[in-house]
Nanobody, 119 residues
Framework: QLQLVESGGGLVQAGGSLRLSCAAP???????????MGWYRQAPEKQRELVAT???????EYAESVKGRFTISRDNSRKKVYLQMNNLEPEDTAVYYC??????????WGRGTQVNVSS
């Protein structure tokens, strides 16, 4: 099972910004470019939801609630994926998870990083 590693979470006031990072495991370095990468989040007592994806050969896609505020990007040379979050709102408070997917390996997750946005 692949283990992605997220970082960059923390406490921020509403209107502030955070940048999350996700490092891919060494085991997939040579094939990193074949993975569709994404970010999900899960708020207390809510289901995990898709925030943004950056799939191979496709434009980035975003949940309606974060469009215009969040930007997903990937650095294939560093084997990392980022989520730039601007103009954060209290409703963005959640544990954020990085994901990696290919049809043959399925969906893999990290352990998550906590984001808290105070009003």
């Amino acid at each position: 099972q692949l283990q992605l590693v997220e970082s960059g979470g923390g406490l921020v006031q509403a209107g502030g910004s955070l940048r999350l990072s996700c490092a891919a495991p060494r085991a997939i370095f040579s094939v990193f470019t074949t993975y569709d990468m994404g970010w999900y989040r899960q708020a207390p007592e809510k289901q995990r939801e898709l925030v943004a994806t950056i799939a191979v050969g496709r434009a980035a896609e975003y949940a309606e609630s974060v469009k215009g505020r969040f930007t997903i990007s990937r650095d294939n040379s560093r084997k990392k994926v980022y989520l730039q979050m601007n103009n954060l709102e209290p409703e963005d408070t959640a544990v954020y998870y990085c994901s990696a997917y290919t049809p043959s390996t399925g969906l893999a997750w990290g352990r998550g990083t906590q984001v808290n946005v105070s009003s």
